[in-house]
């Protein structure tokens, strides 16, 4: 645009490229002339000089410089969500991500309000603090994002979103939560609370049977003994039994246990069934129960 010719006022609503002018600008003044406050297709809101608007040298906020730069926030975080996938863009150009909640939960969400910080949740929280008035220190947590909490949203995720790369280990083997502790259920983050106490130090949540959902009667605090315990059959265990292999070698059936680093059992047996029953009964004297599997 020439030099001394004035700029002609930017409406409401004109959209340049990829651009739509929202309004004014507070602060509205800078060396290229009045600021315009512009939604990009992108959904960021950006403040943009009227030359540049005028002479077309600003089309975008900056993230269309090249489609690889095009708002891809595939598995960025945002609060308690996690965006999945771009579904395009609304009637007023706003960028629509489809987006898994913590609680299992899955939304749609505008990528301006994800990157503002408006929409932190699929709405979980707001349900959790309506919920029935019960007894008990638990009333209203005010736990996000302690290590208890992030212990029961990832419970909640890989056995109910089917994008979690963990999902085919938990859900995709029919793995689910219980009524008590799923949102979608009708449970809390607070029944968790009540049912299992906060997190102890160095200890995970373990299912005592690994084939099982997650119940108050079926979980515990692990430390890495018992987890490793609880591990299911190994993919190169001919046997079918954990702790019970074929010593080739030897040719007889071998049952093994440790525990804490340390071998508590190591046995041969002529027998397979001899073999399993050895690595049962050491199960139950050194842990106090039987492994599901």
């Given at each position: 645009?020439?030099?001394?010719?004035?700029?002609?006022?930017?409406e409401?609503?004109?959209?340049f490229?990829?651009?739509?002018?929202?309004?004014?600008?507070e602060?509205?003044?800078?060396?290229?002339?009045?600021?315009?406050?512009c939604?990009c297709?992108?959904?960021?809101?950006?403040?943009?000089?009227?030359?540049?608007?005028?002479?077309?040298?600003?089309?975008?906020?900056?993230?269309?410089?090249?489609?690889?730069q095009?708002?891809?926030?595939?598995?960025?975080?945002?609060g308690?969500l996690?965006?999945?996938?771009?579904?395009?863009?609304?009637?007023?150009?706003?960028?629509?991500?489809?987006?898994?909640?913590?609680?299992?939960n899955?939304?749609?969400?505008?990528?301006?309000?994800?990157?503002?910080g408006?929409?932190?949740?699929c709405?979980?929280?707001?349900?959790?603090?309506?919920?029935?008035?019960?007894k008990?220190?638990?009333?209203?947590?005010?736990?996000?994002?302690?290590?208890?909490?992030?212990?029961?949203?990832?419970?909640?995720?890989?056995?109910?979103?089917?994008?979690?790369?963990?999902?085919?280990?938990?859900?995709?083997?029919?793995?689910?939560v219980?009524?008590?502790?799923l949102?979608s259920?009708?449970?809390?983050?607070?029944?968790?609370?009540?049912d299992?106490g906060?997190?102890?130090?160095?200890?995970?949540?373990?299912?005592?049977?690994?084939?099982?959902?997650?119940?108050?009667?079926?979980?515990?605090?692990?430390?890495?003994t018992?987890?490793?315990?609880?591990?299911r059959?190994?993919?190169?265990n001919?046997?079918g039994?954990?702790g019970?292999?074929?010593?080739?070698?030897?040719?007889?059936?071998?049952a093994?246990?440790?525990?804490?680093?340390?071998?508590?059992?190591?046995?041969?047996?002529?027998?397979?069934?001899?073999?399993?029953?050895?690595?049962?009964?050491?199960?139950?004297?050194?842990?106090?129960?039987?492994?599901?599997k």
């Open positions: 645009m020439p030099r001394g010719v004035p700029l002609r006022e930017i409401k609503g004109e959209i490229t990829n651009l739509t002018v929202i309004g004014v600008s602060n509205s003044s800078s060396e290229s002339g009045k600021l315009y406050d939604l297709v992108c959904g960021i809101i950006s403040k943009t000089a009227a030359s540049l608007l005028l002479n077309g040298k600003k089309t975008s906020c900056g993230c269309l410089r090249t489609d690889k095009r708002s891809n926030i595939e598995g960025v975080r945002f308690l996690t965006a999945i996938e771009d579904i395009g863009s609304d009637k007023f150009g706003s960028r629509i991500w489809r987006c898994s909640c913590d609680c299992g899955e939304v749609t969400k505008e990528v301006r309000k994800l990157k503002t408006k929409t932190p949740n709405g979980c929280l707001v349900k959790q603090t309506k919920d029935v008035e019960r008990g220190p638990y009333k209203t947590h005010s736990m996000t994002g302690t290590p208890t909490y992030n212990v029961w949203a990832n419970m909640c995720q890989r056995t109910n979103n089917r994008n979690r790369p963990d999902y085919v280990h938990y859900g995709g083997r029919g793995i689910d219980c009524q008590r502790w949102i259920k009708g449970g809390s983050f607070e029944n968790f609370l009540l299992m906060e997190k102890p130090d160095k200890l995970s949540l373990e299912r005592v049977n690994n084939d099982e959902d997650y119940s108050p009667e079926n979980c515990i605090w692990a430390d890495e018992t987890q490793n315990y609880h591990q059959v190994r993919k190169d001919t046997s039994v954990v019970v292999r074929w010593d080739s070698t030897n040719c007889v059936w071998q093994r246990l440790w525990k804490g680093g340390e071998v508590m059992l190591c046995s041969n047996h002529a027998h397979f069934e001899d073999a399993v029953l050895a690595r049962k009964a050491a199960e139950l004297k050194f842990y106090g129960y039987e492994k599901s």
